[in-house]
Nanobody
Framework: QVQLVESGGGLVQPGGSLRLSCAASGSIFRLYALGWYRQAPGKQRELVATISSGGNTDYVDSVKGRVTISRDNAKNTVYLQMNSPKPEDTAVYYC?????????????WGKGTLVTVAS
């Protein structure tokens, strides 16, 4: 069984910084594309950033220049560095991973970590 566990959420002031982590564990052969999504209260879940197995990254326009996604393949971990967050970044952040495991290919989700941007 494969699990994704996010950490690093919490209260951050506008203009501060925060780093989210998501660690994958279990019977994993390989991690392919990794991504961070978020869901604000009353809104649909949206894609924030993705990183391919080769390190190519993509971001939603609203976070470009403020957010960096990265991965550590040795640790099966993906990160989301948030700089100068805004109140509108407040949401539950979920990581997503395309994984090759003992049970074959799968798409996995973490349970989410809450980020609140407020002064």
């Amino acid at each position: 069984q494969v699990q994704l566990v996010e950490s690093g959420g919490g209260l951050v002031q506008p203009g501060g910084s925060l780093r989210l982590s998501c660690a994958a564990s279990g019977s994993i052969f390989r991690l392919y594309a990794l991504g961070w999504y978020r869901q604000a209260p009353g809104k649909q879940r949206e894609l924030v950033a993705t990183i391919s197995s080769g390190g190519n990254t993509d971001y939603v326009d609203s976070v470009k220049g403020r957010v960096t996604i990265s991965r550590d393949n040795a640790k099966n971990t993906v990160y989301l560095q948030m700089n100068s967050p805004k109140p509108e970044d407040t949401a539950v952040y979920y990581c997503n991973a395309a994984i090759a495991g003992m049970q074959g290919g799968m798409n996995c989700w973490g349970k989410g970590t809450l980020v609140t941007v407020a002064s």
